[in-house]
């Protein structure tokens, strides 16, 4: 059996799609490159181990769901769900992803060259040893972060094909627990959500950024220097019970 597959995913359906993907797996495919792909669902879910997809079209809903340690690049956009609840592994994408990308991500990383769509990062949590990490080069749509239990969330702004939004979205953070954002420059107060604590990121702060920044520059082909030429904002959780006092009688 080859240790690559190349698919032409044009017209084929995505329980066909993901069948063959799985029963190569089987026959110890480790490398799939995937061609026309145009909005098939649940790509690589579930799969374990050192398999790497290289995707070019739009990857559809849930892609990435469930995956524990494969590498997956796309070359283009994604759909809403990609790497819901991720366990393990690393997924760029090149384009733009929709909404509730990293739902429950538990550990791995998610860089987006692009724009993101609406609760990214909803319910993402740091498991044992794993601390999942999102990217975002470009903006993020409402509720960022939202019931965000842990992890890392790194929104730069810089590569939108909106350049007149602002950095994210309303009520960003809200609900949020545990887990930090860093958001690069600034982000308006009315765009926060209550019970935070915003604070310039400090020297510890950004050895963290500038690691996971300089892979998604390795990924993109992008400058770390100028990325990191300003202040990021560290936004953590005043409390880990936001919510406690509506439940004390």
Not at 94 to 111: L, S
Not at 218 to 236: H, Q, V
């Amino acid at each position: 059996m080859k240790s690559k597959l190349v698919i032409d995913a044009k017209g084929i359906y995505y329980r066909d799609l993901n069948e063959r993907i799985r029963q190569a797996v089987k026959e110890g495919v480790k490398e799939f490159e995937l061609l026309n792909v145009s909005g098939q669902r649940y790509i690589g879910t579930a799969l374990d181990g050192e398999i790497k997809f290289l995707i070019h079209g739009v990857a559809g809903q849930d892609t990435a769901a469930f995956m524990r340690g494969p590498y997956m690049r796309i070359e283009g956009n994604a759909q809403d769900g990609l790497g819901n609840t991720m366990d393990d592994g690393f997924v760029s994408c090149t384009g733009m992803a929709g909404d509730v990308m990293g739902y429950a991500m538990r550990g791995g990383q998610i860089h987006i060259h692009g724009d993101v769509g609406y609760r990214v990062g909803i319910h993402m949590k740091a498991y044992k040893d794993k601390l999942p990490i999102i990217v975002i080069g470009g903006k993020a749509g409402d509720f960022l972060g939202e019931y965000m239990a842990g992890g890392v969330i790194i929104l730069l702004g810089l590569f939108s094909q909106d350049q007149d939004a602002p950095i994210a979205g309303r009520s960003l953070a809200t609900g949020m627990h545990g887990g930090t954002i860093y958001v690069r420059e600034y982000v308006p107060e009315y765009q926060l959500a209550d019970n935070l604590l915003v604070e310039k990121a400090g020297d510890e702060d950004r050895k963290l950024i500038e690691k996971y920044v300089r892979r998604f520059c390795e990924e993109f082909d992008e400058d770390i220097a100028k990325i990191l030429d300003t202040d990021f904002l560290r936004i953590k959780p005043k409390s880990h019970r936001p919510y406690g006092n509506l439940y004390v009688g």
